[in-house]
């Protein structure tokens, strides 16, 4: 089992800034790819960044050059800084951990509401 943290979020003007983290624990050497995906009122779930184990990133256009995705191994931690926040940029965002093996699991966190005021 791996559990997932999130802090960090809020409410913050369009143009602003904000910096979520998300601590995982448990059977951590299981998780290969830790990302964000975010839901909207009345949209599905959406990717917004990912990174594997090795480092490799991948961002959804709407986030490029906006949002940065890192991770610190020796924290278990992934970070996900936010800039030049959009209000529709406006969502629930979910930490995930994807494990591929034995059989392929995607672990969530607790979901944290963000808001941008226009």
């Known amino acids: 089992q791996v559990q997932l943290v999130e802090s960090g979020g809020g409410l913050v003007q369009a143009g602003g800034s904000l910096r979520r983290s998300c601590a995982a624990s448990?059977?951590?050497?299981?998780?290969?790819?830790m990302g964000w995906y975010r839901q909207a009122p009345g949209k599905q779930r959406e990717l917004v960044a990912q990174?594997?184990?090795?480092?490799?990133?991948n961002y959804a256009d709407s986030v490029k050059g906006r949002f940065t995705i890192s991770r610190d191994n020796a924290k278990n931690t992934v970070y996900l800084q936010m800039n030049s926040l959009k209000p529709e940029d406006t969502a629930v965002y979910y930490c995930?951990?994807?494990?591929?093996?034995?059989?392929?699991?995607?672990?969530w966190g607790q979901g944290t509401q963000v808001t941008v005021s226009s």
């Open positions: 990174i594997t184990s090795g480092g490799s990133t």
């Open positions: 995930n951990g994807y494990r591929p093996n034995p059989i392929p699991y995607n672990y």
């Open positions: 448990g059977s951590i050497f299981s998780i290969s790819t």
